[in-house]
């Protein structure tokens, strides 16, 4: 692989002062890729014709030759077709103008979020984040915007959590996978087992529940949705086989549903008694859209609400301690199983109104 040497900060006194020249061979440094991906000519040239910039291959490579003169470029020319790539280490060349807000932007976004991100998307913005922390760095001491990071956190409302380690090849593999919709290949070994199981997956979404990461999957074949935890997958191979969505797939309405609750996915209408120390929270943070809460004679608080039936729900009624009664479904609390009948909203209805009826005052 050819790297071409370059001055630090390019003008090249070989380009041509026309407009459409200087407009196209800044079109085309934004088109090639970061080092080990790569991009021929021949694309480039096509691309370029996209965007309205119709010039020949050969005149490309004429441009991408006298471009590396100025600019960290790479030539991979090893087999063909050649490729071309900026090299793994150069900086942004499009970041002259970086300012503080911005730079606090990509700060963030590196601070919280690169585990949401596919690894060929954080290789891609890693110079951009470099520019980010030296501009934030070089700032004035009386910089509001470089003390912002010192002025906000994120807290847990339940015990803080390490989170697990996930294997780095997993994580490239799994959100490759998701990115470009291809099947994956993977070894799965289930909590407190020793060995893990084969499986072939349909990558739907990764979604994060705490400091766990969970991927959304249909296992081989079937139509249902699994949950694997990432930090479990041992190991994982990319394959060349689209993964098949299925039609009716909606993440949002999955996690509604409390699929990432470990629950039946059923909604049911809850219905709970609350000393108003207990449940005056859920003026402000509701339970759902539908709930209704009504202020009973002695001060209590009666609450009504669609919610999915889910562990989770268990777990939160629970640490709530005393000053919580289920009302429905009835023995909610006690079983990891609700009766067919806590499910009928009618009866929920009917005994809302009543302890309404008999403990709300005007």
């Given at each position: 692989?050819?790297?071409?040497?370059?001055?630090?900060?390019?003008?090249?006194?070989?380009?041509?002062?026309?407009?459409?020249?200087?407009?196209?061979?800044?079109?085309?440094?934004?088109?090639?890729?970061?080092?080990?991906?790569?991009?021929?000519?021949?694309?480039?040239?096509?691309?370029?014709?996209?965007?309205?910039?119709?010039?020949?291959?050969?005149?490309?490579?004429?441009?991408?030759?006298?471009?590396?003169?100025?600019?960290?470029?790479?030539?991979?020319?090893?087999?063909?077709?050649?490729?071309?790539?900026?090299?793994?280490?150069?900086?942004?060349?499009?970041?002259?103008?970086?300012?503080?807000?911005?730079?606090?932007?990509?700060?963030?976004?590196?601070?919280?979020?690169?585990?949401?991100?596919?690894?060929?998307?954080?290789?891609?913005?890693?110079?951009?984040?470099?520019?980010?922390?030296?501009?934030?760095?070089?700032?004035?001491?009386?910089?509001?915007?470089?003390?912002?990071?010192?002025?906000?956190?994120?807290?847990?409302?339940?015990?803080?959590?390490?989170?697990?380690?996930?294997?780095?090849?997993?994580?490239?593999?799994?959100?490759?996978?998701?990115?470009?919709?291809?099947?994956?290949?993977?070894?799965?070994?289930?909590?407190?087992?020793?060995?893990?199981?084969?499986?072939?997956?349909?990558?739907?979404?990764?979604?994060?529940?705490?400091?766990?990461?969970?991927?959304?999957?249909?296992?081989?074949?079937?139509e249902d949705v699994r949950l694997l935890a990432l930090h479990r997958i041992m190991k994982a191979e990319l394959l060349a086989e689209p993964a098949i969505t299925p039609a009716d797939f909606d993440l949002d309405a999955a996690v509604a549903s409390g699929?990432?609750?470990?629950?039946?996915?059923?909604?049911?209408?809850?219905?709970?008694?609350?000393?108003?120390?207990?449940?005056?929270?859920?003026?402000?943070?509701?339970?759902?859209?539908?709930?209704?809460?009504?202020?009973?004679?002695?001060?209590?608080?009666?609450?009504?609400?669609?919610?999915?039936?889910?562990?989770?729900?268990?777990?939160?009624?629970?640490?709530?301690?005393?000053?919580?009664?289920?009302?429905?479904?009835?023995?909610?609390?006690?079983?990891?199983?609700l009766p067919p009948e806590s499910q009928n909203e009618a009866l929920v209805m009917d005994k809302f109104q009543a302890a309404k009826l008999s403990g709300f005052v005007?």
């Open positions: 692989m050819q790297e071409i040497n370059h001055h630090p900060w390019p003008i090249s006194k070989n380009m041509s002062s026309n407009n459409e020249t200087l407009l196209r061979q800044w079109a085309m440094l934004r088109m090639v890729p970061r080092y080990p991906h790569k991009v021929t000519a021949r694309d480039l040239t096509a691309r370029l014709d996209e965007e309205g910039f119709t010039v020949s291959k050969r005149t490309i490579e004429r441009d991408l030759m006298e471009l590396s003169a100025a600019f960290p470029l790479a030539l991979d020319d090893r087999e063909k077709p050649y490729g071309w790539s900026w090299q793994k280490d150069a900086p942004a060349f499009d970041l002259p103008g970086l300012g503080d807000h911005e730079s606090l932007m990509l700060l963030m976004v590196e601070q919280h979020l690169q585990a949401m991100l596919p690894p060929s998307t954080l290789d891609v913005m890693a110079p951009y984040f470099k520019a980010a922390r030296l501009k934030l760095a070089a700032s004035v001491g009386s910089s509001k915007t470089k003390k912002w990071t010192e002025k906000i956190r994120a807290v847990s409302p339940t015990q803080p959590l390490l989170a697990p380690k996930i294997d780095s090849v997993v994580h490239r593999a799994v959100t490759e996978a998701l990115l470009h919709e291809r099947q994956l290949q993977v070894s799965y070994r289930k909590r407190g087992e020793k060995k893990s199981i084969d499986y072939r997956l349909h990558p739907l979404a990764l979604v994060q529940r705490g400091p766990v990461f969970y991927l959304c999957a249909r296992l081989f074949d079937y699929l990432l609750g470990f629950g039946s996915g059923r909604m049911i209408r809850l219905l709970v008694k609350f000393a108003k120390e207990k449940g005056e929270h859920l003026y402000e943070t509701p339970l759902s859209q539908d709930q209704e809460i009504v202020e009973l004679e002695d001060g209590n608080l009666l609450v009504m609400a669609s919610v999915a039936e889910a562990p989770q729900l268990i777990w939160w009624l629970r640490a709530l301690g005393d000053g919580v009664e289920v009302l429905e479904p009835g023995g909610l609390l006690n079983e990891s199983h005007e």
